[in-house]
């Protein structure tokens, strides 16, 4: 495979990446080149920024949630050799462990150009980069950038200090700019249906990269990618020779989404058929299932409460015995109510005893390997599947019944089930690369469905446990 490629990567977060890597990916995609963007880890926002700027499609690239094989898989299937891939790094270069965006570096053969934020140092960068240089030599830390530069005269230490002390060339000295900022929201960053950056922000910003970065050096860094691809995954063979259309819940409220997981099951048969529980009043014709992903409802919950026209389809799919998957977002969707953090209560679909409370502070993060305990939309019994939880949200269970699929490490249940067991929902945002077959499946029991088959039934069917790749 011969692909350009490079990995942006911070000394910590909040040290300035994201704009870094939408500034770099803007003034790459403005020269005209074809710029991949990938992000390291499982956060849906910053994928979403990236697709702003420049066009096209971004893409997670998690070992840990999805597995190197997947992740190999995904880079060289959307990685050309006309483009260059631009990979946003997590939280600091080497945190995380195998979620790493170091582990990530070396295994996609990735120079690596490192953000580092000057202010309040000056010579002492040196130091902090020939740390990051030195700690684990598979590492191609190829380029440093340093970010928030007060002066001309802090420059120059900073330079005097690299060249004296450490061999990594500085690929360019941006200064302190109070006016370019992306508002911080839940995880990661603020995304809606608004750009966060206006079109003078994003030329600001741009110009900045091409006034102070080295992009000849850049570009030469991401020559010299080693990526090599995985021949060791494969997709699952269609379940239908028909296209099995499903709805898609996307819009301001409803935005995460691993973009894989809609690959996944495009890849099974499926057409995904997007609809906006916001601005839609029916669901769309034709389709035999629902997906309903992530995002804010809780900033749209008057507005999804007062379309009272899509809430009573989503019921009347439901008790017809349609299948549906929600996660998180789409979860609190499903419930009876959400009250807001002004205490603001509004009603909702209603499909489970639920009432939904949003708080200030963040009730759960973190990756989550789900335990199948009972034969479900996704998977039979005694499956593993992966994936990432974090939301402000919780639930007040008003049924003792309340049936679930999951159970996860720490003994908690997930995967609630309701609707003659064809409905499934969870806080947890699953993504199917280890467990591909979770999504043969889904488009199976649509499929099915939609010729009559009784969905209770069909979750009985024996079939062989996928296994992690």
């Known amino acids: 495979m011969n692909c350009s490629g490079l990995l942006i990567a911070g000394t910590h977060s909040g040290c300035g ?10 003034a790459l995609a403005r020269r005209g ?3 991949h963007p990938f992000k390291t880890g499982p956060d849906f926002i910053d994928p979403a920024l990236h697709r702003m700027v420049t066009g096209r499609v971004s893409r997670n690239l998690d070992i840990r949630m999805c597995g190197e094989a997947f992740v190999r898989h995904t880079f060289a299937q959307h990685t050309s050799p006309d483009g260059i891939a631009v990979v946003e790094g997590v ?26 934020d000057a202010r309040s140092a000056a010579e002492s960068v040196a130091a902090v980069v020939h740390g990051f240089n030195t700690l684990d030599p598979e590492i191609r830390l190829a380029g440093v950038i340093c970010n928030r530069v007060g002066s001309a005269r802090h420059q120059t230490m900073i330079a005097d200090a690299m060249h004296t002390h450490c061999p990594v060339p500085v690929v360019g000295f941006l200064p302190r700019q109070a006016t370019i900022t992306l508002p911080s929201r839940h995880l990661g960053l603020y995304v809606d249906e608004d750009h966060p950056l206006s079109p003078q922000a994003l030329d600001q910003l741009v110009s900045l990269i091409e006034s102070h970065l080295d992009l000849g050096l850049v570009l030469r860094t991401a020559a010299d990618c080693a990526a090599q691809p995985d021949t060791t995954w494969s997709a699952p063979p269609p379940v239908t020779d ?21 690959d ?20 769309p014709s034709g389709i035999t299932g629902l ?12 507005r999804l409460s007062t379309n009272s026209n899509m809430l009573r389809q989503i019921r009347h799919f439901a008790e017809a015995g349609r299948p549906i998957y929600a996660e998180s977002g789409g979860f609190l969707y499903l419930c009876q109510s959400i009250t807001d953090q002004e205490g603001a209560t509004h009603t909702l679909t209603g499909l489970y005893p639920f009432a939904a409370q949003v708080h200030s ?16 939309l996704l998977a039979p019994q005694g499956t593993e599947l992966y994936g990432h939880e974090f939301h402000y949200s919780s639930i007040t269970i008003n049924d003792t019944t309340a049936d679930t699929a999951f159970r996860l490490p720490d003994g908690r249940r997930e995967g609630y089930r309701t609707c003659s067991d ?14 591909p077959a979770a999504a043969s499946r889904f488009v199976r029991i649509c499929q099915q469905v939609d010729a009559g088959t009784d969905a209770g039934l069909l979750l009985q069917a024996a079939a062989p446990t996928p296994q992690p790749l």
């Open 291 to 302: 997906y309903l992903g992530g995002g804010y409802p809780e900033l749209y919950a008057h």
């Open 422 to 435: 064809h409905t499934l929902a969870g806080f947890v945002h699953l993504h199917w690369g280890r467990t």
């Open 91 to 116: 939280m600091g270069l080497f945190d995380g462990g195998e979620g790493s965006a170091a582990t990530l570096a070396k295994t996609l053969g990735l120079p690596v150009l490192l953000v580092v």
């Open 361 to 376: 502070q963040l009730r759960r993060l973190g990756y989550r390997q789900v335990q199948v305990q009972t034969d479900c």
């Open 264 to 283: 996944l099951l495009r890849a099974a048969g499926a057409e995904p058929v997007f609809f906006s529980p916001l601005n839609d009043e029916r669901l």
């Open 242 to 262: 028909r296209p099995v259309q499903i709805g898609v819940a996307r819009d301001a409220a409803f935005s995460f989404y691993y973009e894989d997981n809609l």
């Open 33 to 35: 080149l074809k710029v």
């Open 17 to 26: 990446k994201t704009t870094v890597t939408l500034g770099l990916m803007a």
